[in-house]
């Protein structure tokens, strides 16, 4: 059985989950994310505010994805989305991005692209 760590336990072996300790602290919402028969395999992030929300899923230290979503009374739809292998990196991205209506903010929604099958 796996016996649970403290925070700094974890910081001290993993310094790169700071970031995660940061936006955990500034409210974001963590959830596990499991398979069918309830092991994890990832974790999921989100913080919604008025106008978006953005949202974190880890699966591992080199599987890594972060968006942000409008909500629908401004547009709806991604308008921002990164993969990576660095977990840093796709938070610092994340959270680097402008409010939707400041300067620089993405606002292109891109189309999801359907699987098409015969």
């Not at 409010?99 to 929604?109: H, I, K, M, Q, Y």
Request: charged share 25%; net charge negative.
């Amino acid at each position: 059985m796996n016996t649970p760590i403290t925070e700094e336990d974890a910081l001290l072996r993993y310094p790169e989950l700071q970031q995660l300790v940061d936006v955990r602290r500034a409210g974001w919402i963590f959830r596990v994310i499991e398979d069918e028969a309830h092991r994890l395999t990832g974790l999921a992030a989100s913080m919604s505010r008025k106008q978006y929300t953005d949202a974190l899923f880890i699966f591992d230290s080199t599987n890594v994805s972060g968006v942000r979503l409008l909500a629908d009374e401004y547009g709806g739809g991604c308008v921002w989305r990164k993969s990576g292998a660095d977990l840093q990196e796709v938070v610092a991205d994340l959270l680097g991005l402008p409010e939707p209506d400041e300067s620089g903010a993405p606002t292109l929604v891109t189309k999801l692209r359907l699987l098409w099958t015969p």
